[in-house]
């Protein structure tokens, strides 16, 4: 992986690090379900006019737009805005990595190895160390909150790779058509038609809402996750996906940084082994050599291909 192709996907580890300061922003003026809606309408609609739909089973369309897109960030939200800070948010929601394990490997019978199993007991042990940490200071149930969100990203993680899309970028896409319409719904049905209206008058959070919520849905998803479909159809996903773990490094910094959050010494604790854990059981063995005088181009099975965002 040349060093350009570092820096790009380095460049997005912050931009999705940093996506959590965004979303912390627009959650100060929107509640937590129709920020969901709105996020994702305003990729849904020139999508659905501009983007041809991508040629894969409905199912497992269906099944990546439930999972990422709408049972993940309808927990994150949630969870951030019933009081999970941001930095933590973004480590919390790395739950995925095992979840994605454990779910492939029960529903779908995808084989594990004994690194992924080590990696897997490491990280749970992790997400146990924070969660203690967090119940100590009475913020269980939003670690909880996050923890489903996590959840649901595994889902929409084994629904994409067996999707096998030609064109990973327009199943991204066309993912975002699935929220609109549930979120808008529980929205109107949860926090009401007089929290929605609300939400779209000036106050004194307007203006940053609204930019956490372009930063949102330009940078954080298309731009990022334009930038790392692009990076995973070059490499192997052995190679590109461990850059992932560098977000909520990011997410913890930025926010000790830029909101004043504190990080305490469990909570580092649980950090280093949930970080750790994902990161051990993502690597790969080295392919052996190949002999000189022939070529061979390395793709990542489906099974391990995954879509990381936030």
């Not at 350009?4 to 003026?29: K, T």
């Not at 990595?97 to 007991?121: H, M, S």
């Not at 940078?219 to 992932?244: E, Q, Y």
């Amino acid at each position: 992986m040349p060093l350009s192709h570092r820096l790009l996907a380095l460049s997005v580890a912050v931009m999705w690090g940093l996506n959590f300061i965004a979303i912390d922003a627009s959650l100060a003026q929107f509640p937590p379900f129709l920020l969901v809606a709105l996020r994702f309408a305003i990729i849904a609609v020139p999508t659905v006019l501009l983007v041809p739909r991508p040629q894969v089973p409905v199912r497992w369309l269906l099944g990546y737009g439930i999972g990422f897109g709408t049972l993940q960030f309808l927990f994150l939200y949630w969870g951030m805005a019933v009081g999970m800070p941001a930095g933590l948010a973004s480590l919390v929601l790395q739950s995925s990595a095992p979840f994605t394990v454990l779910l492939g490997a029960l529903a779908f019978r995808d084989r594990v190895t004994a690194r992924q199993l080590a990696g897997l007991g490491a990280a749970t042990l992790g997400l146990a160390v924070v969660g203690w940490s967090q119940a100590q200071a009475a913020a269980l149930a939003p670690f909880l909150l996050v923890l489903a969100g996590g959840f649901g990203w595994a889902i929409g993680n084994v629904s994409n790779a067996r999707a096998k899309a030609p064109n990973p970028l327009h199943l991204t896409l066309w993912m975002s058509v699935v929220p609109p319409v549930p979120m808008f719904a529980l929205s109107l049905m949860v926090e009401g038609p007089g929290a929605i209206a609300a939400a779209f008058a000036p106050g004194p959070h307007t203006l940053a809402a609204l930019l956490g919520l372009v930063y949102t849905v330009l940078i954080g998803t298309l731009v990022g996750s334009g930038v790392w479909t692009w990076l995973m159809a070059r490499h192997p996903a052995g190679v590109v996906a461990p850059f992932s773990m560098l977000v909520p490094v990011v997410g913890l910094s930025a926010s000790a940084v830029l909101l004043g959050e504190d990080i305490e010494v469990m909570t580092a604790v649980g950090a280093a082994l949930v970080i750790g854990g994902v990161l051990w059981g993502s690597l790969r063995k080295a392919n052996p050599p190949v002999p000189s005088g022939t070529e061979e181009e390395v793709a990542p099975h489906p099974s391990t291909r995954e879509t990381v965002g936030s």
